[in-house]
């Protein structure tokens, strides 16, 4: 009997120590918001994962293919949207999916750089201010191909976790664009024309934004803004 009892205060006190362990940690094979979004690093690693996500072929790395659905270029395998040109496809074929998602990855990941970046306290002000800048030039950039394939999409400004709801419905074109237009200006108004750093070459700029907004208004048939901002854009005296 003595020895029953043994066993069970061992058994007791092996399950109070177990109890002790802290069972809410952060993974440890992946990065989380836990631990990441805390230094001017992560922030210079987040911002390059905006950029990253424009080299996916279905975002902007095959982008040349759309020629295969005009008169300058051919092509019927699925790089060359044979589907497209063949009138095969469906909105549940690749060529379609794909686009969407991989334009949708990139928003997901400048809405993180815009809702995380502000709250790094060891970083800049200034550089805080040039990856917001850049965060937006990129989102405008993404919507902008994602309302001209598919017209009315979802508008989502910010990280969506399983506390939101996550069927977003689509928000009609015109918001698409409002949204585009006020990012592009926001960081036309706050980008440099030029970098200091060879490094940084490559990085949206001022004339970037001004651009791309002269040719959002352009799709639009704003004409009179078109001419403005190119004006404006030709100020600069460095393109």
Known sequence: MKKYRILLGAFVASMCLNSCYELDRYPADQISDGIFWQTETHAKQGMMGVYAALREDNAFGMRFAYDCMSDIGVGYDSQGFGPVILGTYSDRHALVEDKWKSLYDGVMRANLVLQKVPGIE??????????????????ALYYFNLVRLFGDVPLIKI????????????????????????????????????????????????GASLGLLAKVYLTLKRYDDTISTIEELETLNVY
Request: no cysteine; glycine share 2%.
């Open 159 to 206: 990280q969506q976790t399983a506390a939101h709801d996550l069927q977003v419905h689509r928000a009609p074109k015109e918001q698409i664009y409002e949204l585009i237009i006020q990012d592009l200006k926001d960081a036309a108004s706050l980008l440099p024309a030029q970098y200091e750093q060879s490094s940084d070459i490559g990085r949206a700029t001022k």
């Open 122 to 139: 060891s970083m800049s002000e200034e550089l805080k201010t040039q990856y917001l800048a850049e965060a937006r030039f990129l989102r």
